[in-house]
């Protein structure tokens, strides 16, 4: 049950934000064996991700997501999911 998680961690980039934003652009694709979604905001915030259904309930999930921290700068967050877990990879 990977993909909760995945939803989780991308409500709380824009949670994170804590600001009124536009929808700049938002796309999606949801079907029963897999997905796809984007969006950007128009306070920095972008995300994508994408997944595939594998065997049962193991989603297989990718994706990355971006935001402006407090000081400036410009997080970004790639990651996969998968049975093993959430493996995000942070950079600056």
């Known amino acids: 049950i990977v993909f909760p998680q995945i939803v989780l961690a991308c409500l709380l980039a824009v949670a994170f934000a804590n600001e009124e934003a536009d929808v700049l652009k938002s796309d999606s694709e949801v079907n029963v064996l897999d997905f796809n979604y984007g969006y950007e905001l128009s306070n920095h915030i972008k995300a994508v991700q994408s997944g595939v259904l594998k065997e049962h309930d193991n989603w ?26 959430y493996h995000p990879k942070v950079v600056e």
């Open 60 to 85: 297989v999930v990718s994706g990355e997501y971006e935001y402006v921290a407090p000081n400036g700068k410009t997080i970004k967050v790639v990651y996969h999911a998968d049975e093993t877990g």
